[in-house]
């Protein structure tokens, strides 16, 4: 492992490259990244980045999501056919139907979308960025596609707005039951519970804290508690032991969680890109262009 380390850092000092992880990516794979962060931060650090490679370590819509906030640079996606369940649940179509449904409201966006759907969103959110922006929004009525868990949350958040939601989840998330936390409570008496609102509302209400994996991040660098519960893919635990090495964390034993997509990336796969500058992100011209406003909305209004 050391000397694929060594030829990854070599090639990119040679490229002018960096490697952007998602908390949710192997151990090894954010050892060797230049930011590990959720979707929002690894977004913003592709945007405000000047490297002339950007490798993203993580699922396709981020890699779409990178090219389009870097136009001219170079995004490579170790594993072209890392792909997310869930932004593959709603079609261009489906939204261009819902828009005909409902023409006066505005359409939010989570990122775990295809860039078609993105180009037709008024607003991109991430789960740590979606209740802020949902409030900021002039519009009172919000289509919110496609997570209908990270949307009925975001719904409770903001009572103020009327939030029409589409029927896609994170396969990953959405299996996880109320008894599954209940349980492991049991077990470790004085976890504190922290979960991610791709959990389903009933599975939500046993958690003490709802966090994005970035609030999850930034809870545990306050080094307030000593043990935690983590209701979110397992690879996190990794990214929050590096924060606080003497806290326990517990991965909740509920079966698959685990992204598989995720955990197709690997230092191989890594060097492999760097080495032979593939897999590119290519979007559309048009696309790309009417995606990058709703992307940069989200930014914008994440204020
Ligand atoms: S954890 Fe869920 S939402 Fe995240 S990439 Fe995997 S399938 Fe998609």
């Known amino acids: 492992m050391d000397d694929l380390i060594r030829r990854i850092a070599a090639l990119k000092k040679e490229k002018n490259a960096i490697v952007l992880a998602h908390t949710y990516t192997r ?7 230049d930011v590990v962060g959720d979707s929002f931060e690894l977004a913003v650090r592709a945007a405000g980045s000047s490297a002339e490679i950007i ?54 966006c989570y990122v775990n979308s295809s860039v078609e759907v993105k180009a037709l969103s008024d607003v991109c959110v991430t789960s740590s960025s979606a209740v802020r922006i949902v409030r900021n929004l002039p519009q009172r009525q919000v289509l919110f596609v496609p997570d209908q868990n990270l949307g009925s949350w975001v719904a409770e958040q903001v009572p ?5 939601l589409h029927s896609g989840f994170c396969p990953v998330h959405h299996q996880i039951k109320p008894d599954d936390v209940r349980d492991a409570r049991k077990l470790f008496p004085g976890a504190v519970v ?29 080094k307030k508690h000593t043990r935690y519960i983590i209701v979110t893919e397992s690879g996190i635990t990794h990214t929050l032991r590096r924060h606080d090495p003497a ?43 009417r995606a990058r406003y709703a992307l940069s909305r989200m930014l914008e209004l994440n204020r």
Do not use: W
């Not at 136009?71 to 649940?89: E, K, S």
């Not at 103020?160 to 029409?164: C, G, P, S, T, V």
């Not at 969680?257 to 191989?268: P, S, V």
């Open 160 to 164: 103020e707005k009327e939030i029409i």
């Open 55 to 108: 490798v993203l370590a993580g699922v396709r819509f981020m890699g779409e999501t990178a090219a389009i906030l870097t136009p001219g640079r170079t995004v490579l996606l170790p594993v072209a056919d890392a792909d997310c369940p869930l932004a593959d649940m709603i079609t261009s179509d489906q939204v261009r139907h819902l828009k005909a449904q409902y023409p006066g409201a505005a359409v939010a």
């Open 194 to 222: 922290l979960m991610h609102p791709e959990c389903t509302k009933e599975t939500r209400a046993e958690a003490d804290h709802i966090l994005s994996t970035g609030g999850m991040v930034a809870l545990v660098k306050e």
């Open 27 to 33: 151990a090894e794979v954010q050892d060797i990244a």
């Open 247 to 289: 806290a326990e964390f517990i991965e909740l034993s509920a079966p698959m969680l685990y992204c598989q997509n995720m955990k197709k990336i690997t230092l191989e796969t890594i060097l492999r890109a760097l080495d032979e500058g593939e897999t590119v992100v290519t979007v559309a011209s048009d696309i790309a262009e």
